[in-house]
């Protein structure tokens, strides 16, 4: 939603100078409770110190606020900003709800009933009966989760968008636009099972390679042709009427991991995040106390080469010539630089219970600030 034109006429209005921003959802929910604020279970504006934020939209893990200095504004003022922005959403919603195609229509169902469970807090939830048959959802799915890192003015045609995904699937998919910027994809199982008789040996690892290829090659054709940067998520197959909510939620939380964990990855893979998962559980103090418990004060240590070095090497399940090659590197000059870490920190990863100290405080690390 473009809401400059309406921040001008507000700051006319009231005289007052009015600021577009995002503050994180954690916080709005956090002011809204602290003041008790509700007005039909929904807060159009809370008090935070002198200034007055109003409630604009949703957007992903974000709120976007318009900010107005509370101690020039009346509570009837307060009460036309409200009322300004209520119907100025409403009206948006009408505009874009009259040109929407049938499939659209049913893609937007789809999304208020998420929405709808998301709210509630609830953590399974099957889809109505209605809901599920009107748009195929019975059968197997491949759910991926994409959220675009696109300017927060730009909208996103649907229409050109799922034209994009299904020119790459070279099939029919079902895409469910949820908050601002995030985007559910229901695949066809077929793109896995196609040539599946041709496969042999551990058909779940043969099911979470052909995931990662698929994913891999829709973030390449999205990075080049779509808007931009994105990040996506994927989930094992489903049946969507019985756990698409339960499947969004873990795709969520995917990509929260994958971001606050693997900096600079845009490809999120569950099953590849079941250590970060487990940490991410653990108190803030527990973190900072096991840092320091292993790294003993030597963090300084951990500098971008040194750091590169060891996820290599614990990727290549700690074998040294191969790290050696995948780092372009002679073997000894590999050597030496494992030699120079165990000699600065007192732990040799070429040790299983040493290497998983280490393993786990980098991943430690890299959510804890302490650079």
């Known amino acids: 939603m473009i809401w400059e034109h309406v921040r001008e006429r507000l700051e006319a209005v009231l005289q007052s100078p009015i600021q577009i921003s995002l503050i994180p959802e954690s916080e709005w929910h956090q002011l809204v409770e602290d003041q008790g604020e509700r007005q039909e279970g929904f807060s159009r504006s809370v008090s935070r110190g002198q200034e007055v934020l109003f409630f604009v939209s949703q957007e992903h893990k974000e709120v976007?606020?318009?900010?107005?200095?509370?101690?020039?504004?009346s509570v009837s003022e307060r009460k036309l900003v409200e009322l300004t922005i209520e119907s100025k959403q409403t009206l948006e919603k009408k505009q874009y709800g009259s040109f929407l195609s049938e499939d659209e229509r049913k893609s937007h169902q789809l999304r208020d009933w998420l929405l709808q469970q998301m709210e509630r807090g609830t953590s399974h939830a099957e889809l109505p009966d209605a809901l599920a048959s009107q748009s195929s959802l019975y059968?197997?799915?491949?759910?991926?989760l994409l959220y675009g890192d696109y300017p927060q003015n730009q909208r996103v045609s649907y229409t050109e968008l799922k034209k994009l995904l299904e020119s790459f699937f070279e099939a029919e998919i079902i895409l469910i636009p949820l908050l601002e910027k995030e985007w559910l994809i229901l695949a066809p199982e077929g793109l896995i099972t196609s040539?599946?008789?041709?496969?042999?040996?551990?058909?779940?690892e043969s099911v979470e390679q052909t995931l990662d290829a698929l994913g891999s090659g829709l973030y390449e054709m999205l990075a080049n042709e779509w808007v931009g940067e994105c990040h996506l998520a994927i989930d094992f197959p489903m049946k969507p009427a019985k756990?698409?909510?339960?499947?969004?939620?873990k795709l969520r939380e995917t990509i929260m991991l994958?971001?606050?964990?693997h900096v600079g990855s845009f490809i999120h893979l569950r099953w590849e995040l079941r250590l970060e998962k487990l940490l991410h559980l653990i108190s803030e103090e527990e973190k900072t106390e096991?840092?320091?418990?292993?790294?003993?004060?030597?963090?300084?240590?951990?500098?971008?080469e040194t750091v590169t070095t060891l996820e290599h090497f614990f990727t290549l399940d700690c074998n040294v010539s191969e790290t050696a090659k995948k780092l372009y590197i002679h073997r000894n000059t590999l050597l030496y630089r494992l030699d120079k870490f165990k000699n600065e920190t007192g732990l040799d990863v070429r040790t299983f219970n040493h290497a998983v100290l280490v393993r786990l405080a980098l991943l430690l690390y890299k959510v804890t600030k302490r650079k």
Not at 64 to 73: A, C, E, T, Y
Not at 195 to 204: A, H, P
């Open 64 to 73: 976007r606020i318009m900010q107005v200095n509370g101690s020039k504004l």
């Open 243 to 249: 756990s698409m909510f339960a499947t969004v939620l």
């Open 258 to 261: 994958g971001r606050s964990f």
């Open 290 to 304: 096991f840092l320091e418990q292993v790294l003993r004060g030597t963090d300084h240590v951990l500098d971008s």
């Open 139 to 144: 059968s197997t799915k491949i759910p991926l």
């Open 195 to 204: 040539g599946s008789e041709e496969r042999d040996g551990d058909e779940e």
